[in-house]
């Protein structure tokens, strides 16, 4: 999948701005036009994450034709298309193996308890949130 992205020229005063029109509120910067376009890709993807993590629907990429003639406030600007791999969007269940030293394990599976989850969804939810959850009292 390819969302199109509106991309404003930068001067030596001003970094390249990057929106992208089918995700409200993503949009990136950079002070070269690569930078640019390197952080529209973190830019969609983190906007994803976040969007998939509160349940709310991706929007589908639009042509960027359609967008082109529709967002005047766009005009005089370039357009591009940045790669989504798809598999970002799944959330198929997948069996995976790890590798743990046991007094790891331990700790974890004791953590999973105190938050009164399994194991596999203990990680799932600190892989999410990125932070450790505060035991309840």
């Known amino acids: 999948m390819r969302y199109p992205v509106a991309i404003e020229a930068g001067t030596d005063a001003a970094a390249w701005n990057v929106i992208v029109p089918d995700l409200p509120g993503c949009f990136s910067a950079g002070d070269t036009l690569e930078e640019a376009m390197i952080q529209a890709e973190d830019a969609i993807t983190g906007w994803i994450e976040t969007a998939l993590d509160d349940g709310q629907a991706i929007p589908a990429p639009s042509p960027v034709e359609a967008l082109r003639t529709a967002r005047p406030e766009f005009e005089g600007w370039l357009w591009a298309l940045v790669k989504v791999d798809p598999a970002m969007l799944d959330d198929t ?11 790891v394990l331990y700790r974890l599976d004791a953590r999973a308890r105190t ?10 939810r600190m892989a999410v949130e990125g932070r450790e959850p505060v035991a309840p009292a």
């Not at 989850?117 to 203990?122: A, K, P, Y």
């Open 93 to 103: 269940l997948e069996r995976v193996n790890i590798s743990l030293p046991r007094r």
């Open 115 to 124: 938050a009164g989850e399994t194991r596999s969804g203990f990680i799932a």
